[in-house]
Every structure is written in structure tokens, then in C-alpha cells.
């Protein structure tokens, strides 16, 4: 069975003293790549355990979005995952980490 992938979500995890990094990094994106940035949450949300923003781009863009990322984070932690259906392996067995690998609070996705 093949899964298709509809796009990629980056979720981009700061907090108070990181928030201005998290600003430089979502600038960065958004001036170098056609991406859509989503709002920032100042709190956790969702399965998320800390405060974060996403960013969403389509499959053809992984291959210049994550190796930016992965030179430009400067060490905040970055999930970044794709969207198939199915919010729960998208996040956990499908999900790549950039950084630290946060506990998700997977419960709110079944």
C-alpha cells in the first residue's frame, strides 16, 4: 500500500529565551522559501509540549527546506513530519527530529 504525502509541517519549538532565535529562523524561512508560516503559539498545544509555530511545504521543497533547517536552527529542536491522514504516525513513526526529540502528548492524536 503506498501513502501518499500532501505536504510537510516543520513544528519549530522555543521559549522565552529562545523565542528571538525561533524570529530569526522564521524569517529566514519565509524570506528564502515559499512556505506557509502558521501562528505562533505562545503555549503548548495539541500534542505539542511546548510553545511552537509551524510551517508547512510541499514534498518537492523537503529537499531544500530540512538541510537549511538542519544548518540554521540554531539549536532550537524541530519536528518535522509529513502529512498522510494519519496525525499519529505522521507525528511519531513518520516524524523526523531536528535537535532534541521532545514527548509528544500522542493521546491527542488517536
Do not use: C
Amino acid at each position: 500500500m503506498t501513502v501518499a504525502i500532501k505536504n510537510f509541517h516543520a513544528h519549530v519549538y522555543f521559549d522565552a529565551a529562545s523565542r528571538e532565535t525561533a524570529a530569526r529562523v522564521r524569517a529566514g524561512l519565509g524570506i528564502q522559501f515559499g512556505v506557509q508560516l502558521g501562528g505562533w503559539h505562545e503555549q503548548p498545544i495539541g500534542p505539542h509540549p511546548k510553545p511552537m509555530y509551524q510551517v508547512l511545504f510541499a514534498p518537492e521543497q523537503f529537499g531544500t527546506i530540512v538541510p537549511w533547517l538542519m544548518l540554521h536552527r540554531n539549536g532550537l529542536d524541530i519536528l518535522v513530519h509529513p502529512s498522510t491522514g494519519n496525525d499519529f504516525a505522521d507525528h511519531t513513526d513518520h516524524a523526523l527530529w531536528l535537535g532534541e526529540k521532545l514527548q509528544l502528548n500522542t493521546a491527542v492524536l488517536r
